[in-house]
């Protein structure tokens, strides 16, 4: 239970200055000599299991090394990267919406039926490269611009994006959010490997928000997320206006959090005079996940009060051991939502943040059970790179399960939160959750 009671949401106790400074050395130094190349995320552990035959219901014009995705970015185009990005780090408060498509491996001899063997390998015998090999942008839209008669490039980009769900087995669409210290490729790398392991049959659309792709540059991006949540927001009423998607699901990353937490809040007070109940039949915002979310934690409970009720289900992960986030904190002198400090709160907040975890629309859940007990998990990219996380992520948004559907128990901290926590049989907890889907 030792992993599972560090979510208590008790105080986080600061290490003395200088451990901080050597922290923020140490992750300036890996950002320096780390590669920008995106590789395809370990394999789901519900990918793993003797009940599951992998990508079996992937479209047959899917079944190739190319994933296409979706995208909407507020950077401004400019000279073509290394990277095969036509966007830089320049922005304005123009929303761009088009198609890019990745590329998985580098070897030109890769079949299809390699790609699956290899996607699902415990231990990949290779690493699987992501690179851009094309992107058409197709709309661009401006804040304030009519909705209602929209101009013939968007009325087109929107017919050709329900041309695309009517052909998929998943109606819902995901808005992937990335964190800080990406590259427009970074983004769509990391939503198109989503997307090949939901076996290809979820729309996925990247929000490229102008992050600059450095570490040092980390309080620049910081503006720019808050900045962007406008962008986001009109994004989502531009989908909820005129696509035919069923869900519109968010997953906000890391200081993506900050981006879906501040549209969230932008969309109610956008819709002020408008019941929360008629904004959730309109808006048709269903799952709403922040992964290891870099956002302050009173700002996040004060918004989360705001349009909790306009939105199916929120979800937010949390581990007291997070690396990035302890670095975060310091920096901002306060703790983050994903490593969150209750002592924080006023009374009001707390009270609001324990009953909320005791409904069936906001879930907390412990990151650190996802591993044994007696490993560290420092990570702050879980959520892909832990294949239990991302098998959870996966279930949550393409069946709307709630937590114990999914395998998961729960506990009641000393402070009275309600966390959810990966038990030790979670294995057979979750492969027996899967024999009771149909897809």
């Known amino acids: 239970m030792g992993s599972i009671m560090a979510t208590r949401l008790v105080t986080n106790r600061r290490p003395p200055l200088h451990s901080w400074t050597l922290l923020a050395v140490a992750l300036v130094l890996v950002s320096a000599c780390s590669t920008i190349t995106v590789n395809l995320m370990p394999a789901p552990e519900g990918f793993l299991l003797e009940n599951v035959e992998a990508f079996k219901g992937t479209p047959e014009a899917q079944r190739n090394l190319i994933v296409p995705v979706l995208y909407a970015t507020n950077r401004v185009p400019g000279k073509k990267s290394k990277d095969g990005s036509p966007y830089g780090n320049n922005y304005d408060d123009t929303l761009r919406m088009g198609l890019a498509k990745m590329r998985i491996g580098d070897d030109p001899s890769l079949q299809w039926e390699d790609l699956k063997r290899l996607s699902v390998q415990e231990q990949r015998e290779q690493d699987l490269p992501l690179r851009l090999i094309d992107v058409n942008e197709t709309m661009s839209l401006g804040h304030g611009q009519d909705l209602e008669a929209p101009p013939e490039d968007i009325r087109m980009a929107m017919d050709q994006l329900n041309q695309v769900l009517a052909n998929s087995r998943d109606p819902d669409l995901l808005i992937f959010v990335h964190g800080a210290r990406n590259t427009f ?141 302890k670095m975060s904190q310091f920096r901002n002198r306060s703790s983050r939502i994903g490593r969150p400090d209750a002592d924080e709160l006023d009374s009001e907040e707390t009270k609001f943040l324990i009953e909320a975890s005791a409904t069936d629309n906001f879930d907390v859940i412990d990151a650190v059970s996802a591993v044994s007990l007696f490993d560290a998990l420092e990570a702050h990219d879980y959520w892909y790179n832990n294949p239990r996380v991302s098998t959870d992520v996966l279930m949550k948004m393409l069946f709307h399960l709630g937590p114990a559907d999914r395998g998961l128990k729960s506990i009641v901290t000393e402070r009275g939160f309600t966390v959810w926590y990966f038990p030790d049989d979670y294995h057979q907890r979750v492969s027996a959750a899967i024999d009771e889907l149909e897809y």
């Open 185 to 325: 490729y970074r983004a769509v790398g990391q939503a198109s490997q989503y997307r090949h392991f939901t076996g290809r049959n979820t729309v996925v659309l990247a929000f490229a928000w102008p992050s600059t792709g450095s570490l040092l540059y980390y309080g620049t991006d910081v503006r720019r997320a808050r900045k962007s949540a406008r962008q986001l927001a009109d994004l989502v009423e531009l989908l909820a206006r005129h696509s035919t998607a069923r869900k519109i699901n968010i997953l906000g990353y890391s200081l993506g959090g900050v981006v879906v937490s501040n549209a969230l809040a932008l969309l109610r007070e956008d819709h002020a005079d408008e019941t929360s109940a008629a904004l959730a039949k309109g808006l048709r915002i269903g799952e709403v996940y922040y992964a290891a979310a870099d956002i302050d934690t009173s700002e996040f409970t004060q918004q989360l009060k705001a349009y909790h009720e306009m939105v199916d289900r929120v979800t937010m992960t949390v581990n007291l051991n997070d690396s990035v986030l």
